[in-house]
């Protein structure tokens, strides 16, 4: 049986962009995150205490519309997720499902690449 003595990352390491922001509610302004506040950014971590919609969008007028139907926005429950961004210069417009807004309700960092 082999046995791993070393390893090289190749996907990258923790930001210094790390994050606690409030869940804004069903009706309310949407939580903006912009996607390229990392010049070297690959990813985005994001943990969300409750079912939330999302989109990406490149202004917050069109996040506004994108969000509020269901063509153009994401349902997600509650959890931890991933995201590549790659090349993204746009934003992430999130908010809950419905209910009242969330003090703290989202936690969010971006990964870097080397």
């Known amino acids: 049986m082999s046995v791993i003595t070393s390893c ?6 923790l930001s210094t962009i790390q994050k606690t922001v ?16 990392s010049e070297i950014a690959s990813g985005i971590n994001i ?4 079912d939330f919609y999302m ?8 996040g506004l519309t994108r969000i ?9 429950p509650a959890g ?3 995201f ?10 999130i908010r809950l499902q419905s209910g009242a807004a969330e003090t703290d309700g989202i936690s969010y960092w971006f990964v870097e690449s080397d």
């Open 8 to 13: 090289r990352a190749t996907f990258g390491k």
């Open 22 to 37: 409030d869940l804004p509610a069903f009706d309310g302004t949407p939580c903006e995150i912009d996607l390229s506040e």
């Open 47 to 50: 943990y969300i205490d409750s």
């Open 55 to 62: 989109t990406v969008s490149d202004t917050a007028a069109h």
């Open 68 to 76: 509020a139907s269901d063509d153009t926005r994401c349902k997600y």
């Open 80 to 82: 931890m997720y991933q």
């Open 84 to 93: 590549p961004i790659v090349g993204l210069d746009d934003k992430l417009y």
